[in-house]
């Protein structure tokens, strides 16, 4: 089985697809398999982080920027890749740290995930962005 999905974002966030995700494991029938995600994107990455205190991801957000701050940000002069504004090299150097893609275990239907675990498509560019994560189900 194979699904795309599309996720709007509106500046740097975790948004959790993880009910979108299941949902479209439901729908399918999925069984017992694997399941695997990429965003199609150079600017975003996905994440299986804590879902139950949305201070983690404020405090995950705010580490990215300590490490990847904006090309204007004296710290970061020596970037050279500036197309898309001072958000843009940074937005890859994030996605470069961070996952792009994901495999998941799926047992009866369910993804296996922890009890505190959920998997957010983590947006690094400032402007509001329509991306999309390609989803693979192999199993039965």
């Given at each position: 089985?194979?699904?795309?999905?599309?996720?709007e974002?509106?500046?740097?966030?975790?948004?959790?697809?993880?009910?979108?995700?299941?949902?479209?494991?439901?729908?399918?029938?999925?069984?017992?398999?694997?399941?695997?995600?990429?965003?199609?994107?150079?600017?975003?990455?996905?994440?299986?982080?804590?879902?139950?205190?949305?201070?983690?991801?404020?405090?995950?957000?705010?580490?990215?920027?300590?490490?990847?701050?904006?090309?204007?940000?004296?710290?970061?002069?020596?970037?050279?890749?500036?197309?898309?504004?001072?958000d843009d090299?940074?937005?890859?150097?994030?996605?470069?740290?961070?996952?792009?893609?994901?495999?998941?275990?799926?047992?009866?239907?369910?993804?296996?995930?922890?009890?505190?675990?959920?998997?957010?498509?983590?947006?690094?560019?400032?402007?509001?962005?329509?991306?999309?994560?390609?989803?693979?189900?192999?199993?039965?």
């Open positions: 089985m194979i699904a795309t999905f599309t996720v974002t509106r500046g740097p966030a975790c948004h959790d697809i993880t009910g979108k995700v299941a949902g479209w494991l439901r729908e399918e029938g999925a069984q017992d398999g694997v399941l695997t995600l990429m965003v199609r994107h150079t600017s975003c990455s996905l994440l299986i982080q804590e879902n139950a205190d949305p201070d983690v991801q404020h405090d995950l957000l705010g580490w990215l920027d300590r490490i990847a701050p904006p090309a204007d940000h004296p710290s970061m002069s020596w970037l050279r890749h500036r197309d898309e504004g001072p090299m940074p937005a890859h150097l994030k996605a470069a740290v961070l996952p792009v893609s994901l495999q998941v275990p799926v047992a009866a239907g369910r993804m296996m995930l922890g009890t505190w675990q959920g998997i957010y498509l983590v947006e690094h560019r400032r402007a509001p962005h329509r991306r999309q994560i390609a989803a693979a189900f192999l199993g039965g």
